[in-house]
């Protein structure tokens, strides 16, 4: 072997050394590379497991607030339902009491005014039970109207008390009220 034959092969040595070493520490690169990543797609899952447990631990508490509000307005409807149907009773008892005369309305008479043209004596006879101010009968027929008048205004203000209700229950908590703080 002569001086250029060693001088090539040393320099193919060289060469194959070289690349071999290239190819080790592309592959030492690769490993560490591969680790790092491995890190931080472990870091990235923990992160969105977080995340996730957060958002399925809020949905869980507003999920509870909603049955909550749920069985407090399934509540409250019992209630109005149940104060409705007394109201409703009551004032049919009231029209069949009138109906039958058991029971009769009457209006108390301002007996010093002299502008009524209502000639009552100033003193209860001794024909009533009533004692005090004078009394005047009033007709069935009106009285009955005067209780379905009264019916339907007990029956509206049910329902308002229901509608109010509903509302402070539906209405978040932490909301001002309307014209609070304004001057």
């Keep these: 072997m002569t001086s250029v034959q060693k001088l090539v092969g040393l320099a193919v040595l060289i060469l194959v050394l070289m690349a071999g070493a290239a190819g080790a520490a ?26 996730s447990n ?12 909603r049955l909550a509000t749920e069985q407090q307005l399934a509540t409250q409807d019992q209630q ?10 009551n004032q049919v008892l009231l029209r069949d009491r009138l109906a039958t005369a058991d ?20 003193t ?13 009968q009033l007709n069935p027929a009106h009285a009955q109207r ?24 539906i209405a978040p908590a932490s909301a001002p009220a309307a014209g609070a703080g304004s001057p």
Excluded: F
């Design 146 to 169: 005067i209780v379905a008048i009264t019916d339907a205004g007990d029956q509206g203000l049910i329902a308002l008390r229901a509608c109010q209700a509903y509302v402070r229950a």
């Design 80 to 89: 109005h339902t149940r104060e409705l149907s007394d109201a409703q009773r």
């Design 124 to 136: 209860s006879g001794a024909v009533g039970v009533v004692h005090g101010d004078q009394r005047a």
């Design 103 to 122: 029971v009769r309305l009457s209006v108390l008479l301002d007996a010093t005014d002299s502008a009524s043209g209502c000639n009552v004596p100033a």
């Design 26 to 51: 592309w592959q030492v690169q690769d490993w560490r590379m591969g680790n790092k990543l491995a890190e931080q797609a472990g870091l990235h899952q923990a992160d969105l497991d977080t995340i």
């Design 54 to 65: 957060a958002a399925a631990a809020q949905a869980r508490t507003e999920q509870g607030k």
